[in-house]
């Protein structure tokens, strides 16, 4: 029996999430967040084609990926903290992005 088509559609979005998420935390990492990297990532994220097991997932990494943007282009500590609090929690409540 092969793989269901929503099976395989899961396992690659975690698959390319998982990159994201690590592209991200380097990003981190190294303190070297520019408003044209976070861009480049949220586009890499808006360009995958999400299950529905993820939407929700989805949607908060997407909004934290807005909030730095705002924080970086304009300087608002608020929205930087709003970020990293949706990042944190993403990370929480699914442990495979670290994995």
Same mark, same amino acid.
């Given at each position: 029996?092969?793989?269901?088509?929503?099976?395989?559609?899961?396992?690659?979005?975690?698959?390319?999430?998982?990159?994201?998420? $690590?592209?991200?935390?380097?990003?981190?990492?190294? !303190?070297?967040?520019? %408003?044209?990297?976070?861009? /480049?990532?949220? !586009? +890499? #994220? &808006?360009? #995958?084609? %999400?299950?529905? +097991?993820?939407?929700?997932?989805?949607?908060?990494? %997407?909004?934290?990926?807005?909030?730095?943007? !705002?924080? &970086? $282009?304009?300087?608002? /500590?608020?929205? +930087? $903290?709003?970020?990293?609090? &949706?990042? $944190?929690?993403?990370?929480?409540?699914?442990?495979?992005?670290? !994995?």
């Amino acid at each position: 029996t092969g793989a269901k088509p929503d099976n395989a559609l899961e396992i690659n979005y975690q698959a390319k999430a998982k990159q994201i998420y $690590s592209d991200y935390e380097k990003l981190d990492r190294d !303190n070297n967040f520019t %408003v044209g990297k976070i861009n /480049e990532l949220k !586009n +890499k #994220l &808006l360009d #995958l084609k %999400v299950p529905a +097991k993820f939407k929700q997932l989805h949607i908060q990494f %997407v909004l934290a990926l807005i909030k730095m943007e !705002n924080y &970086l $282009s304009q300087k608002d /500590e608020q929205a +930087k $903290s709003d970020g990293t609090r &949706l990042i $944190s929690q993403l990370k929480a409540d699914y442990g495979w992005l670290n !994995n």
